[in-house]
Structure formats: structure tokens, C-alpha cells
Nanobody
Framework: VQLQASGGGLAQAGGALRLSCVAS????????VGWFRQATGNERELVAM???????NYGDSVKGRFTASRDTTKNTVYLQMTSLKPEDTAIYYC?????????????????WGQGTEVTVSS
């Protein structure tokens, strides 16, 4: 199973970006999908988490500004970011857990995407 994140780039403060994270592989089910970010010199922090029952949790710093959603038919998760601030500048990673089939058995997976860089200018 692999995750491919995209959608990062340069935005002005107050602007918006939408990140996407596509899962590929012989996936049977995706349960939790999280968006994390890591700014230079900081630890990786949770931005948003969605479950397969569509429960969502957000980091305090993004509540009310960021919205996570998922399209299960496309194995894709989105992070809509609005009212961007310079402090949102970071590399954003997606993480997914679930079940895949290896050709013989169903097995759990937990994988990270490669990260997509978001830069917000003031």
C-alpha cells in the first residue's frame, strides 16, 4: 500500500489550498486517515484525523479553518485549508491505516505518504 500526497504550494495569508492523499494497492478497507504537519525545528503534529465512520478530529490550531474529507470510492482523502496563516507553513503528511490483501491473506497496514510542502506568506 502506498500513499501519494499532493496539492501543496505557495499561498498568501488568508488564502486557501486543498491537499489530496491517494491510497493505492490491494486495499480492502481504510480505517483511520490522518493529516500531520512538521515545520522546521518542530515536532510532527496532528492536523486532522478521520475515521471510517467519518468521525473527525482537528488540532486546536486549525479548528474552524481546515476541513478533512474522504472519497472512499477513490481511496482519497482531502484536506481543505482556508484562512491560511504563516504559521501553517510546514510539510504536510498523510497517514493511513487499514486492511489490504497480499494475494493470500488480509493484513493490516499503516503507511505514510511522502509529504507535500505548504508555504504561507504574510
Amino acid at each position: 500500500v502506498q500513499l501519494q500526497a499532493s496539492g501543496g504550494g505557495l499561498a498568501q495569508a488568508g488564502g486557501a489550498l486543498r491537499l489530496s492523499c491517494v491510497a493505492s494497492g490491494n486495499i480492502a478497507r481504510i480505517s483511520d486517515v490522518g493529516w500531520f504537519r512538521q515545520a522546521t525545528g518542530n515536532e510532527r503534529e496532528l492536523v486532522a484525523m478521520t475515521t471510517n465512520s467519518d468521525d473527525k478530529n482537528y488540532g486546536d490550531s486549525v479548528k474552524g479553518r481546515f476541513t478533512a474529507s474522504r472519497d472512499t470510492t477513490k481511496n482519497t482523502v482531502y484536506l481543505q485549508m482556508t484562512s491560511l496563516k504563516p504559521e501553517d507553513t510546514a510539510i504536510y503528511y498523510c497517514n493511513a491505516a487499514g486492511i489490504y490483501h497480499d494475494g493470500e491473506f488480509y493484513r493490516p497496514f499503516n503507511v505514510w505518504g511522502q509529504g507535500t510542502e505548504v508555504t504561507v506568506s504574510s
